[in-house]
């Protein structure tokens, strides 16, 4: 079974500064997709960045960047020269790639708040 | 840029009576799901649908719930004699294949169950 845990209920950060989201999970497959997706105040959905589970090279997008540890099953998301438009609930998320299921399980969620 | 829409963004129900929640996929999309979201606990997954049949389904997904593709465009979800433990929010999503694309997710509807 898929377990995606995230141990931060809470973080925050001053705007410009680094914060870095801890992710981590469990499968038993080898080929897997991982996300992290934002929700801000509006409850929207929003996708923030996607992992390849075969890809060694960390994705990024723009301020985002994540840190995947495959041996691990670490993958944490770091947000640099935070907005205060970063404030939402993050959450990390996992698909199995290529098998009978292509449900997302989500973890807990981390609220991030930026001050100013 | 395309978008997966859902009507209404808020409803509000008595207890016992149907609710029919609407989504409108991408529409070059072929795999459409309901994921569930009650206030402050996490995203689960309720359902996908695939060629018009229901291709996996959660275990909170029971005889309460039924999904239907209408049309061409539209993607429903219903629940049949609400509880209050049904409030929350409801998200719809679609993506273009199942297993190598992301999902993208509508704005949510917020049921409220009284």
């Known amino acids: 079974a898929q377990t995606v845990t995230q141990s931060q209920p809470e973080m925050s950060v001053q705007e410009a500064e680094t914060v870095t989201l801890s992710c981590t999970y469990d499968?038993?497959?080898?080929?897997?997709?991982l996300f992290w997706y934002k929700q801000p105040p509006s409850r929207q959905m929003i996708l923030v960045i996607r992992?390849?589970?075969?890809?060694?090279q960390n994705a990024t997008e723009n301020r985002f960047s994540v840190n995947f540890q495959k041996a691990a099953k670490s993958f944490s998301l770091k947000i640099s020269d935070s907005q205060l438009g970063d404030t939402a609930m993050y959450f990390c998320a996992s698909r199995h790639y290529g098998g009978a299921t292509n449900k997302l399980i989500f973890g807990t969620g981390t609220l991030l708040a930026v001050q100013p | 840029e395309p978008e997966v829409t859902q009507t209404p963004s808020h409803q509000v129900t008595q207890m016992g009576q149907e609710v029919i929640l609407r989504c409108v996929p991408i529409s070059n999309h072929l795999y459409f799901y309901w994921y569930r979201q009650i206030l402050g606990q996490k995203v689960e997954f309720l359902v996908s649908f695939y060629n018009n049949e229901i291709s996996e389904k959660s275990e909170i997904f029971d005889d309460q719930f039924s999904v239907e593709r209408p049309d061409g465009s539209n993607f429903t979800l219903k629940i049949r004699s609400t509880k209050l433990e049904d409030s929350a929010m409801y998200f719809c999503?679609?993506?273009?294949?199942?297993?190598?694309?992301?999902?993208?997710f509508g704005q949510g509807t917020r049921l409220t169950v009284v």
């Open positions: 999503a679609s993506s273009h294949r199942g297993r190598n694309t992301e999902a993208f």
């Open positions: 499968t038993s497959e080898s080929n897997y997709y």
């Open positions: 992992q390849e589970a075969y890809k060694q």
